[in-house]
């Protein structure tokens, strides 16, 4: 167990719809990743935040956005959705800002879109 | 653009043989990740390799990272069935990992 918690384990939704995803990183971390796993695409870094803000973005598409709390968990927000947006989604921690860190991932959400 | 190739791809092992892993990048880096992903699961860190030359050994999996050649390799000793799993390596560049490919392994007994 990383410490890493995400909600919910599964979704399963149609295209067009909206869904959120949640992550609680682990006690003490202030970075959060979100990466998308698909058999196409592989392990694709999404984005980062730390501490509340933005540090870095990856292969997220515009209609994806994310944001970290005061209480630093994280949301990725996944609008219009498609039928290729189905993958696992990974949320990851670290105590670092620069991304350097070693970075402990969480169980994942896996998403269906039908 | 950061490229991270791992091969071979696909590796059937018999129990109790050796082998090993390669991971090539194409930038400059010197910070590389050795992780481990069992079917439906998450990513379990295996080895952090933070500098030219290092080397960690845990059990029967040994990591080493040359920046020069830009290569690191996973060298599996005595392979067992519960080694069997997808293998990942990832690069850090530009604020960000970039894994590769994935291995997966198979350990036949």
């Known amino acids: 167990d990383s410490g890493v918690t995400q909600t919910p384990k599964h979704l399963i939704t149609a295209t067009g719809q909206r869904v959120t995803l949640r992550c609680s990183p682990r006690s003490g971390d202030l970075s959060v990743y979100w990466y998308q796993q698909s058999l196409d695409q592989g392990l694709q870094f999404l984005i980062q935040y730390y501490n509340g803000e933005e540090r870095a973005k990856g292969n997220i598409l515009e209609r994806f956005s994310a944001q970290q709390f005061p209480d630093l968990h994280s949301e990725l927000n996944l609008s219009s959705l498609e039928l290729g947006d189905s993958a696992l989604y990974f949320c990851a921690s670290s105590a670092l800002g620069g991304g350097a860190g070693e970075q402990f991932f969480g169980p994942g959400t896996r998403l269906t879109v039908l | 653009e950061l490229k991270v190739e791992q091969n071979p791809l696909f590796l059937s092992m018999q129990e109790g043989k050796n082998y090993t892993i390669y991971c090539n990048y194409s930038?400059?880096?010197?910070?590389l990740y050795w992780y481990r992903q069992d079917p439906g699961k998450s990513l379990e860190s295996l080895f952090v390799?933070?500098?030219?030359?290092a080397v960690k050994q845990e059990g029967r999996l040994m990591a080493s990272l040359d920046t020069k050649a830009r290569l690191s390799t996973l060298h599996i000793t005595a392979a067992v069935h519960d080694l069997s799993a997808t293998y990942f390596c990832a690069v850090f560049y530009g604020n960000k990992l970039v894994f590769g490919a994935g291995t997966i392994l198979r350990v036949k007994s």
């Open positions: 390799l933070l500098s030219n030359g």
């Open positions: 930038t400059t880096s010197d910070r």
